[in-house]
Every structure is written in structure tokens, then in C-alpha cells.
């Protein structure tokens, strides 16, 4: 499965008008949203400009007609299903995704640059290639750095404290009772392995609003089967007197763990992500905001963990020739149309608080960053409603689980990084749109993603 | 961040509520927002007037006596003369005098008439004018407020847009662009990106049709002196020729002056060029001059001097384009020559592919 460097390099000469754009974000901040509005609105750009006004080629009417084409080696991204999940009666998001799939759509343009005629033909074509993949799957990534003690100390310690300490109890209390150090007993390590992988499933429960839960394949498996060997895993406390032979119980953990490395992340990893050219990276601020501090420092820790793990500064003769280059980053604050846009620019600010340190990091690589608020499928509208004397700029749509429309003003947006004095009850009320009464037939709705798309492509469309 | 008491979070019943529609600004969410009336703040504050019209200077009134008296005299000596003229015409035969008076006062009352038409339209034109001014001025001052980084959407902009798109509304040329911005632009946006839009969708086309008559003019001024035999149809020729595109431009922007707002125009237009614009109409006009001289070693002094006429009349053209252009132009995509060089070099090309 992991391509090896040669097809890089091959790739780099046959398939130079490819753009491969890195969706990444955790789950449920709206990859296969966004994949599904992007590729559609793509779709509809050639025949109606107003679809994607802002991004360039169509805003000046140079995009001609755009195609989807199934990603060799991939399964087909379930595009037509997402699509009628979206604008069908049902009024409901996509199912959360379970496995790994992608597409290309090959986008067909006229070319504005000067001399473009002695380089070619006016005419070009440009494939953008989008992989959509459960977004637990990113939080392995970090796995690839760190051996067995480091990460089985990291999670340990996160588990005692407050958000997890509850949920991960019966595993600590089972873990700390073993003897590491004492000899390797299968039936011990599957034990050990079950329990810590019912608590992270509790973790990872919607409701939990915890985001930071490795192994990510123990919550979402993919196409691997739940009692995959390969899934069994559990930190281990350090053995007291430092005995890690590979006859220990510790020892015996350390062995699945770096099997687990090498046979699952590592190639999703070089898959996936170490060549691409532009990435944008789907950040549900909302939500965080929602599920309080805890959650807030959780979804921090686990995007700049996530981020940490990219390899922007590859540079050199192979990184030419495998076109490893990454010139974009994009950071989105999904999820924009639940709140009214004119508090759009908290949000992004927000979203910019949120991401600083590792934005920073990546800039300092030479790779441009930017960010803003992003709705991939606008389903509220802006309304004003007077409320005890004041007017407030609301929204209005169907919230998840009711029969009727709303009007909602969720609180304002801050435009700075709440400190804990600033967390209060009551401060937000988000609700969960659904999509109702969305049309897809110029295009769906949509707040910044066209903007989205031409700081991903953009340059690759002039 | 804590002394501030934000509104608590609130749901409403939908048929309480009404659209953020364009037409009315929302109150910014503060601390108190009942402190300011949706109808109040439903206009941008008058920014200052982006065109100043230079000071006229009082003139000194022994310099006003002469010129009444001067344009008295010259009055009264064509009367004199043309009494006379009459007079002897009378005196040669009854039939000839009649005749000839009636010339005379055909041509005197069709001149009256004609004057006296423009004076009615001229106030109703100058409105005209300083209205697209006001428009143009709060485009710019939406702009500005927004800043670089992008602002809020507040509505205002929708607004503004739709005054400006309204007498375009009749052109059928731009119905299919006006469709486009309408359905393009919306709520989300904020007010710099939807004059963008407005810019991109229904005001770029309108720059392309200004361009093309901006360069027929200058194409014709340039030949006509090239080949002109004497200097004062050359300077009659070049005059004639500006205010038509004077007059051809305002038109394409939504804006029909009558003889004098369109002097009224190019007075403005000068008065701009002489403070704001000065830098680079010296520019354009040294840059024309070189290719000039360059054309006088190559062709000929014929040559050259009407390509300085062309470059010339080309500025007047794009600092009319400026003038009547309702969303200001940005900074990066300002009317100048080698602006106008691209943009006809573009439209040649679309030409081939066609």
C-alpha cells in the first residue's frame, strides 16, 4: 500500500497537473462536507459562476466544465450518496465516515498568464485530488514519533486527570496493578487491551466532547476487523526497576505497539500525507466552545499534535522530485452558518488564537498560512429578532432533533481565547442545523468556500 | 473582556423575527445594542468628498467688469453688424431681407431653445453627477472601513449595491451580469466582498466597454493630427474628439450629461487631475513621450505628435472613466495608460479565439 519513491518521483513528471489537497480535521468537523460541497460546487461553477464567486478562475469566467474521476488504488468517495443525503427530504448530514476513500476531479480552464501560448495550449486541464478518511485516524499520526514508554507516560497522565479520570478509572486501576515487569502473559495483555479500549470508546462518544483518543483505530477500525490482533492495545506503566526485555509484560506491549506503527499508521502516513501540495485544515471551534474548557484545551492539544506529526520543511532534490513541496495551509472554522455572519470575524480570529503556535510553526517553513470561517453547506439564513429591546443578529433553521425552524442567538462570539474566569454557564447555545430546504441545483450554498479553494488552487488556475 | 456584559444566548419563534435584508443595517453586537435604532444606522456617515473641486479664487472685480463688458461689446457689435447687414439686405430687395431676417431668426431662437434646454436638464445632470459621486465616495468608505483583513457584513453594502445596479437594470447587455451579482452576493459577505463581486460581475464589463471607446478615441485623435494639414483643425479635431469620449464613457457608466455638465465634468476631471491624479498623468505623458520620440526617429514628427494626441486624449478618457466609475477602482487595477495597453491587447486576443 505505502508508495514507494520511485512512483513519486514518476508522479512528479507524469502528473504534473495534479494538485493532491490534504483535507484534514477531526471527526466530525466536516471533511466529507466539505469534500462533498467543494467537488459539487466545482461541478456546477463551469455553467454558474455564482457557485464559487470568489474563486478566481470561475469569478472571471475562465473555468469551462469539471469532471469526477474515481483515485486509482482508492475506493470512490461516496459523493452521489453524500450529496442526497444533503439536499434529499431526510434533512440530514452524511454518516459519519468509517473508511478510507478519495476521487479526483479534473478541472478544465483557460489559462490567463502571459505567453501562456508559447507554453501551451490556453486550454488546461488541473486535477485536484481529494481523500476523505475517518478524522480519528489523524491523531495516530503523532504515534510516529514516539516509542512505547513516551506515549504509554503521555496517555497515562492524561488519563488522571479531570475530563478522563472518571472514564479511564477501572483500566488505571487494572494497569496499575500488573507487574510490567513480570512476564508476558497474553491473556493479561488482551485483558489490559479491552479495558482501555471500552474507555476510549466512551471518550471518543459524541457526547464526551473529547478529542485527543489514541490508538485511533481501536475507536474506528476501518476496513480492519474489531479483533484484529493488531488493535489490541494499551499504555503500561514504566516497570519500577526498568526491566523492558522483550519477555516482560511491558516488553510484549512495546512489540504490538511498534507492529501496530509500522502496519497501520506508517503507511496511511506516507499514503496520505507526506505528499501533498496543499492542505487545509477543518477546525470545529464551535463545538470546543460548546463542550466547555475541558474540551476547548482538548481540541487544542489534539490539533497541534495532529500538526506536529506534517513534515512541512522537506526540501532538497528528493522532495523536487517527489513534488513534496506543501505551499498552502488553510485553517477553516467549520461550521460558520450557526452563527450570524457578522460575527464571522471573532470566529476566524478565534479560530487564528486557536491554531497560532502551529500556524507560526509552519510559516516559519516558508509555507503560507490563512484563515477564515467556513460554512461548506449554508443551511441557516441571517434574520434580526427584537429581543427585550434589543435587536440581535440571529440565525434561523432547523435544529437536529425537532420539527419546526428557530431563530437562535447563540452568544457572542469572543474574539479572544476565553481565560477561565470567561467560561460560564450559559454563555453559548449552539445548535446542531440540519440542512433543510437546501437546493443543489446552481450549486449548494455555501459561506467561504470559495475563498477556501482559491488559497488551496488558486495559483494552480491562473 | 469581564466588566462587559454580553447578550445571553436566545431562541426565538421564527415568525417573530424578520430578514436581514439588505436595506436594513444590523445593530453591532455589543454590549448595548438597543442604544442604536435599526433606521439610524442604516447609512454609511457621510465620508468626505472624494472628489475636491479646487477653490475658485474671487476673481478681481475690475477682471469681471472687463470680461462683462468685453463679452457685452462683442455682443453688441455682431447685433450692430447684423442690423446693419439686414439693413442693406432690405435695402437691395424687400424679398431678400425678408428672407435673410428670417434666417436670422431661426437660427437665433433654435440657439435660444437649444440653450435654454441644457440650462433645464443642467441641474437635473449635475444631481445626476453628484450622485454617482456620493455613491462612489461611500463604496470607497465601505471599502476602507473593512480593511485589509476583511470586516463584517452589515447589509450596508448590499444596499449601496443595489442603488448602483438599479439604472443598469435597463441595459439587457447587463441583465445576464446583474442576475449574476444578485445571485452571488448575500448576507454572509462582507461589505468589501460584496462590492467586489459587485466590481467583478457588473463593473468589469463596463470597464471593457469604456476601454475599447477610450482607445477608438485615441485611435481616431491620433490618426486625424498625424494626418491633419493644419494646426487649428488639428486642435478642433482633438477637442471634438474628447468630449464625444467624454460624453461616450459617462454613458456607459449609466450617466447621459448634456453639453454643459460635461464641461462642468471635464472641469472636475482637470481640477482632479491637477491635485490628485497629477503624479501620474505626468507619468503617462512622459512615457508617451518617449515612444513619441521614439516614433519621431523611426517614422516621422507626424507620427509622433499624434501619438502624444493619442496618449492625451486617452488620459482624459481614463480620468473620465475614474470620475464616473461608481465603485472606486482599487488600487492594484487604477485606469492608466499601460492598464488601457493590456486591456485592449486582451479584448484582440478574446477577438482571435472567437
Known amino acids: 500500500m505505502a508508495e514507494s519513491g520511485a512512483r513519486a518521483v514518476l508522479r512528479r513528471f507524469t502528473e504534473r497537473n495534479t494538485v493532491r489537497i490534504a483535507v484534514t480535521g477531526l471527526r466530525r468537523c466536516g471533511k466529507t462536507v466539505f469534500t462533498t460541497s467543494a467537488v459539487h460546487n466545482l461541478l456546477r461553477a463551469g455553467q454558474w459562476p455564482e457557485a464559487l464567486p470568489f474563486l478566481k478562475v470561475t469569478g472571471r469566467g475562465d473555468l469551462i466544465a469539471a469532471e469526477v474521476s474515481p ?118 495483555l488482551d485483558r489490559a487491551a479491552e479495558m482501555y479500549a471500552e474507555a476510549l470508546r ?71 500525507f507526506r505528499h501533498f501540495e496543499a492542505q487545509i485544515v477543518l477546525v470545529d471551534v464551535l463545538a470546543a466552545l460548546k463542550g466547555g474548557e475541558e474540551s476547548f484545551d482538548d481540541m487544542r492539544a489534539a490539533i497541534a499534535a495532529t500538526l506536529q506529526s506534517f513534515d512541512y520543511a522537506r526540501s532538497g532534490l528528493r522532495a523536487w522530485l517527489e513534488s513534496a513541496r506543501t505551499r498552502r495551509v488553510v485553517f477553516a472554522a467549520t461550521k460558520a452558518d450557526h452563527v450570524s455572519s457578522n460575527q464571522h470575524p471573532n470566529l476566524r480570529r478565534l479560530l487564528e488564537e486557536v491554531v497560532a503556535r502551529e500556524s507560526n510553526r509552519i510559516r516559519f517553513r516558508g509555507v503560507a498560512t490563512s484563515a477564515l470561517a467556513l460554512s461548506s453547506v449554508r443551511c441557516t439564513e441571517d434574520v434580526l429578532g427584537e429581543v427585550q429591546g434589543q435587536t440581535l443578529s440571529m440565525v434561523r433553521g432547523l435544529p437536529a432533533g425537532r420539527e419546526t425552524e428557530t431563530a437562535l442567538f447563540p452568544g457572542e462570539i469572543p474574539a479572544h481565547f476565553p481565560g477561565p474566569q470567561d467560561w460560564r454557564d450559559g454563555r453559548f447555545r449552539f445548535l446542531d442545523f440540519l440542512p433543510a430546504r437546501v437546493s443543489s441545483a446552481r450549486g449548494l450554498p455555501q459561506i467561504g468556500l470559495d475563498l477556501a479553494l482559491e488559497a488551496l488552487i488558486g495559483d494552480r488556475l491562473r | 473582556m469581564t466588566g462587559k456584559r454580553a447578550p445571553r444566548p436566545v431562541e426565538a419563534d421564527p415568525g417573530t423575527v424578520r430578514p436581514a435584508s439588505p436595506e436594513t443595517a444590523t445593530a453591532p453586537l455589543g454590549p448595548k445594542p438597543q442604544e442604536l435604532a435599526p433606521a439610524e444606522t442604516q447609512l454609511a456617515p457621510e465620508p468626505p468628498v472624494r472628489l475636491p473641486v479646487p477653490a475658485r479664487g474671487k476673481r478681481r472685480g475690475l477682471l469681471r467688469v472687463f470680461g462683462w463688458s468685453l463679452a457685452l461689446f462683442a455682443v453688441a457689435t455682431i447685433g450692430f453688424e447684423l442690423w446693419q447687414f439686414l439693413a442693406r439686405a432690405f435695402e437691395t430687395s424687400f424679398a431678400v431681407g425678408t428672407a435673410l431676417a428670417a434666417l436670422v431668426a ?110 477608438r478615441a485615441a485611435k481616431d485623435a491620433g490618426v486625424g493630427v498625424a494626418l491633419s494639414p493644419s494646426g487649428l483643425l488639428d486642435a478642433g479635431l482633438v477637442v471634438w474628439r474628447t468630449l464625444r469620449l467624454v460624453r461616450e464613457v459617462a454613458a456607459i457608466y449609466g450617466f447621459r450629461p448634456g453639453f454643459f455638465a460635461r464641461m462642468r465634468l471635464v472641469q472636475r476631471i482637470l481640477g482632479n487631475a491637477a491635485t490628485a491624479g497629477a503624479g501620474g498623468f505626468v507619468a503617462d505623458a512622459m512615457l508617451a513621450h518617449a515612444g513619441a520620440r521614439l516614433g519621431g526617429l523611426l517614422l516621422s514628427v507626424w507620427a509622433g505628435e499624434g501619438m502624444l494626441t493619442a496618449a492625451r486624449t486617452a488620459r482624459m478618457g481614463l480620468l473620465t472613466m475614474e470620475a464616473c466609475r461608481p465603485v472606486p477602482f482599487g488600487e492594484a487595477d487604477r485606469a492608466s495608460i499601460a492598464r488601457l495597453t493590456r486591456e485592449l491587447s486582451a479584448q484582440l486576443g478574446r477577438k482571435d479565439d472567437a
Open chain 2, 106 to 215: 431661426l437660427a437665433t431662437g433654435t440657439g435660444v431653445a437649444v440653450i435654454l434646454r441644457e440650462i433645464s436638464s443642467f441641474g437635473r445632470e449635475m444631481r445626476k453627477l453628484r450622485e454617482v459621486e456620493s455613491l462612489t465616495s461611500r463604496a470607497a468608505a465601505l471599502i476602507a472601513a473593512d480593511g485589509a483583513e476583511g470586516g463584517r457584513g452589515d447589509g450596508r453594502a448590499l444596499a449601496l449595491a443595489a442603488r448602483i445596479v438599479e439604472p443598469y437594470s435597463l441595459r439587457p447587455e447587463l441583465a445576464g451580469a446583474i442576475e449574476r451579482f444578485r445571485a452571488s452576493a448575500n448576507t454572509a459577505h462582507s461589505n468589501r466582498q460584496v462590492l467586489e463581486l459587485l466590481t467583478e460581475t457588473v463593473v468589469r464589463p463596463l470597464d471593457r466597454q469604456a476601454y475599447s471607446a477610450v482607445g
Open chain 1, 202 to 272: 466512551a471518550a471518543a462518544a459524541p457526547e464526551s466532547r473529547l478529542f485527543l483518543n489514541q490508538p485511533a483505530r481501536v475507536v474506528r477500525p476501518g476496513e480492519r476487523e474489531e479483533g484484529d490482533p493488531l488493535l489490541k492495545l494499551s499504555p503500561l506503566p514504566a516497570p519500577a526497576n526498568g526491566g523492558t526485555g522483550a519477555d516482560t509484560l511491558h516488553g510484549a506491549m512495546a512489540r504490538r505497539f511498534e507492529a501496530y506503527r509500522r502496519q497501520v499508521v506508517g503507511p496511511f502516513y506516507r499514503r496520505h
Open chain 1, 71 to 188: 483515485l486509482p488504488g482508492l475506493p470512490p468517495f461516496p459523493f452521489e450518496d453524500s450529496l442526497a443525503a444533503i439536499t434529499g427530504g431526510e434533512h440530514a448530514w452524511p454518516r459519519p465516515t468509517d473508511r478510507l476513500s478519495g476521487l479526483r476531479i479534473a478541472l478544465r480552464y483557460r489559462t490567463r498568464r502571459p505567453l501562456a501560448r508559447l507554453r501551451g495550449p490556453r486550454v488546461r486541464v488541473l486535477n485536484v485530488d481529494l481523500v476523505d478518511y475517518p478524522g480519528e485516524w489523524l491523531l495516530d499520526l503523532p504515534l510516529m514519533a514516539q516509542d512505547f514508554a513516551a506515549w504509554s507516560a503521555e496517555t497515562l497522565a492524561r488519563a488522571s486527570r479531570p475530563p478522563r479520570a472518571a472514564l479511564f478509572e477501572p483500566w488505571r486501576a487494572y494497569v496499575d496493578g500488573l507487574d510490567a515487569a513480570g512476564p508476558a502473559d497474553p491473556a493479561v
